[in-house]
């Protein structure tokens, strides 16, 4: 599984941004697709989710309500739409894949990140 992901930027606090993730193979329904963040100095931490059984979305409380993940089977692309965005969303966002169960952490393949800067 190869993953890239793209579309961060600088952005101003409440604008909104779209990350990209262009996933090979057919994953979709086969793995978990996930978005984490780590901002400077921090560990990185989930963000949002897709189960690969049922399509069913999870996301961290930090960005639930503002933050939209999504997937396109037939241009295997994972998005992440993010609205209201907010300084402490500043952060290398990445891409990634799970084979295993666990949804929030454990993922095995991952893209290259993505730095998206929002100023306040």
């Known amino acids: 599984v190869q993953l890239q992901a793209s579309g961060g930027g600088l952005v101003q606090a409440g604008d909104s941004l779209r990350l990209s993730c262009a996933v090979s193979?057919?994953?979709?329904?086969?793995?978990?697709m996930g978005w984490f963040r780590q901002a400077p100095g921090k560990e990185r931490e989930f963000v949002a989710a897709?189960?690969?059984?049922?399509?069913?979305?999870y996301y961290a409380d930090s960005v639930k309500g503002r933050f939209t993940i999504s997937g396109d089977n037939a241009k295997n692309t994972m998005y992440l739409q993010m609205n209201s965005l907010k300084f402490e969303d500043t952060a290398v966002y990445y891409c990634?894949?799970?084979?295993?169960?666990?949804?929030?952490?454990?993922?095995?393949?991952w893209g290259q990140g993505t730095l998206v800067t929002v100023s306040s």
């Open positions: 990634a894949a799970s084979s295993r169960g666990s949804i929030t952490y454990d993922y095995d393949y």
């Open positions: 193979g057919r994953t979709f329904g086969r793995y978990h």
């Open positions: 897709i189960r690969r059984s049922g399509g069913n979305t």
